[in-house]
């Protein structure tokens, strides 16, 4: 997925004086916004009280949203630098293509990750005909400075690793857990995990006290640590926790992310991650321009791409961050 922002704004994110230093249940509620034509999401990351979780740097929630007598999610070409798309579905299908010449439709507890690295483009689409459901969430991933001028890759998992017990079936989407490694290219110490929660489930999930984490309330809520957790919202949990109690009412659906915290200082503006404002206008001007650093989608016009917005009348820079 794309920011689609009319007016995005740059963000200075990453820094460890963002990190708790030990454990915390900070709840996290969500900002509405519409990218592109009535498609509302919620997002999660970032926000005004956080930025990043471990490498995670950005969290979109949609969903679940009938697209019966619509055509979904069009989600036209658009470029990326810097990091990783992780893309989770809940429900539904998606159709990605991008300048690599990948072209896979993905559902349900399948890993659709792609490595921006140097520069790419993608399109995210709803097939026709697709599934009436559309709920899922759109995750990015930062990549360190050794890794972000990477080649561009596109990863599609259809079978991940997990366990299942006690009313907890887990599956891992990326890092280890459990025991169970995802077969997704990670590039930070870091870990995403699905939990699928049955009602009446009490469980203790067990985490890396070196890392950060956060729940999300994909589908359903729960309690956290004697704490409510909504659908849609998210719940930051600090470093320093060995595991999470998490007890559901109802059949839930929630996903852990996390990771070692994100030292490196980062600039974010549309859909690019870079390390300076400059570096990010050089980005927008090269996408606005044709540039092959990023390619084409295959199957669309130039006059289909989504162009980066005009850059903000400030210059860009990593300024101090701002809660
Ligand atoms: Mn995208």
Redesign the pocket.
Known sequence: ??TSEPRPTARTVGGLDDTAAGPALDLLPAKEVVLGPGTPVRRLLPTLGRRMVGAWAFVDHYGPDDVAATTGMQVTP?P?TGLQ?VSWLIEGSVHHRDSLGSDVTFGPRQLALMTAGHGIA?SEQSPVPHPRFLHGAQLWVALPDGARDTAPAFEHHAALPGFASDGLTATVLMGSFGGATSPGTAYSPLVGVDLDLAAGADVEVPLEPDFEHALLGAAGGADVEGAPLAHGAMVYLGTGRRSVRIRTDAPTRLLLLGGEPFEERLVMWW?FVGRSGEEITEYAERWNDGDARFGAVPGFGEDERQLAPALPPVPLKARGRVR
Do not use: E, G, K, V
Request: proline content about 0%.
């Open positions: 997925m794309s658009h990326h798309t993608h859909n």
